[in-house]
C-alpha cells in the first residue's frame, strides 16, 4: 500500500488544519494506522494512532485534547484534525500503517510511509 499525506500549509497559532492520507495501490482498512511529525534537524515523533475500524485512538501528550484522528473506510483515507495549533507544531506530517504491538508510538513498528505534508504555525 502507498500512503499519500496532504492538507499541510501555513497557519497561524490558534488556527486548524485538516490533515488527510490516501491510500493507493490496496486497501489499507485491515491496518491500524498512525500519524508521526518531524520538525526540521528533529527526529520523528508519534502524534497519534488508531485501529482499523476506528474504535480506539491513542495520542502524543502534546496534542491529546487539540487533535482528533479519525478514518473513513468508504474512502480509504485516514484524517488528523488540528485544533488550537502552536508554532511548535510546525514539523512535516507523516502518516503510516502499524505492523506491530497496538499502544506504540516507536517509528520502527510503524510502516508503508508516505510523503509528508508540511505544517507551518506561525506566531
Known amino acids: 500500500v502507498q500512503l499519500q499525506a496532504s492538507g499541510g500549509g501555513l497557519v497561524q497559532a490558534g488556527g486548524s488544519l485538516r490533515l488527510s492520507c490516501a491510500a493507493s495501490g490496496r486497501t489499507f482498512n485491515g491496518y491500524p494506522m498512525g500519524w508521526f511529525r518531524q520538525p526540521p534537524g528533529q527526529e520523528r515523533d508519534f502524534v497519534a494512532a488508531?485501529?482499523?475500524?476506528?474504535?480506539?485512538?491513542y495520542y502524543a501528550d502534546s496534542v491529546n485534547g487539540r487533535f482528533t484522528i479519525s478514518r473513513d473506510k468508504a474512502k480509504n483515507t485516514a484524517y488528523l484534525q488540528m485544533n488550537s495549533l502552536k508554532p511548535e507544531d510546525t514539523a512535516v506530517y507523516y502518516c503510516?500503517?502499524?505492523?506491530?504491538?497496538?499502544?506504540?508510538?516507536?517509528?520502527?513498528?510503524?510502516?508503508?510511509w508516505g510523503q509528508g505534508t508540511q505544517v507551518t504555525v506561525s506566531s
Open positions: 503510516a500503517v502499524l505492523l506491530r504491538r497496538w499502544g506504540t508510538k516507536n517509528p520502527t513498528d510503524f510502516g508503508s
Open positions: 488508531i485501529t482499523s475500524g476506528g474504535a480506539s485512538t
